[in-house]
């Protein structure tokens, strides 16, 4: 509490830029005085009583040094002192100034940028519930390279039917398609073939409608399409009565 | 300087010093402070007096004493310093903390080699 409230006060004198040079001025001067009189009464004379006075008392620019250090916060003052004078160095050379900057301008958004990829990519989890537990699949061929995260729909079907592993599976394929609805031109729309396991794998319910399931996963079911939200939006106008 | 005899004050003692002789002469200034702790330490103290006035206004900013100009016995114009309530309470606690340690330190002279075997 006593170093709290001296902090502040401390605080205060420092943003206020309050000063007591002239107190102290007046109470040392008073203190010389003082003391030059009680030497004048010893029998001293004037001049000598002053000098001696003036020694008792000490180095007045020292004295003054650590009453200053008392009163305001020593350290935060050196740092915006510190602060000024550098930003008064960088005005003197624009040049070396303007290097500096855009070296350090550049080093920051290569990390940057470094670390928002890295992030996305590595570091963060899915926006899904238990994403955890989301695994992909990879194939390899008989070489033993990777297939690059391609995969028959056999191989899919025969992992499905012997698994004991996992508590859905889901396989998707991109696709580009063109739409025509209803009387509309033809557009060209980014698409994914996908199973009805998708939606159980990445456990999300569609905000109208429903989403794929066995019946569509059977063969020769009726063509069925889930839209994504932008699709929807871009597409219908975002017209709930689309389905 | 030419006082090689006299010793420097600590400003932790210094501040004990000054907190004492507010207590028991009621509020002063600095130079009767000065004066005061000169007087009792039998000049064996040099105080470099000036630093007197950081340690009052350290003091000051712990709220341990309370300062304000006033008029001298002879008319001059003056900083009064003046315990507080936590003044007191700051005194009796480094009082005892100081009698403590000198006691501790006073046994430690007086052990002889005998004592301990």
């Known amino acids: ?243 | 300087m030419f006082t090689k005899t006299k010793k420097d004050v600590q400003s932790g003692t210094l501040a004990l010093m000054v907190l004492k002789t507010l207590n028991v002469l009621g509020p002063q200034h600095g130079y009767g402070i000065a004066r005061r702790i000169e007087q009792i330490s039998g000049d064996k103290l040099f105080v470099n007096q000036g630093t007197l006035y950081p340690v009052l206004l350290r003091l000051e900013q712990e709220g341990a004493v309370e300062s304000d100009w006033g008029t001298s016995e002879n008319n001059r114009r003056a900083r009064f310093y003046r315990l507080t309530r936590a003044g007191h309470k700051l005194l009796e606690a480094e009082k005892r903390d100081w009698e403590q340690t000198a006691a501790i330190i006073a046994r430690f002279f007086e052990v002889k080699a005998e004592d301990l075997a």
């Open chain 1, 1 to 243: 509490m006593k170093t709290l409230n001296r902090f502040l006060i401390r605080l205060r004198n420092l943003v206020t830029g309050q000063r007591g040079d002239q107190r102290l001025r007046e109470e040392l001067e008073d203190h010389v005085a003082r003391e030059a009189e009680a030497n004048i009464q010893a029998g001293m004379s004037e001049e000598e009583a002053r000098r001696r006075a003036r020694m008792k008392l000490g180095a007045t620019e020292a004295i003054r040094e650590q009453y200053h250090a008392e009163e305001g916060l020593p350290l935060l003052e050196c740092l915006v002192q510190d602060t000024r004078f550098s930003l008064r160095q960088m005005r003197h050379s624009p040049g070396f100034t303007l290097v500096v900057v855009l070296t350090m301008a550049l080093g920051i958004a290569a990390t940057t940028t470094i670390f928002t990829v890295m992030y996305s990519t590595l570091l963060r989890s899915l926006p899904y519930p238990q994403s955890e537990r989301i695994v992909a699949i990879h194939d390899t061929r008989i070489t033993g390279r990777s297939a690059g995260g391609l995969m028959t729909g056999p191989r899919f079907y025969d992992i499905a039917a012997r698994n004991r592993s996992f508590s859905s599976l889901a396989i998707f394929y991109f696709d580009e398609s063109t739409l025509i609805a209803g009387k509309k031109l033809p557009v060209y729309v980014k698409g994914a073939g996908a199973n009805a396991g998708f939606w159980d794998v990445f456990a999300t319910a569609p905000m109208l409608g429903r989403v794929f399931d066995a019946r569509d996963d059977a063969p020769h079911a009726p063509q069925t399409v889930v839209l994504s939200y932008p699709g929807w939006q871009r597409l219908f106008g975002g017209d709930p009565n689309v389905i």
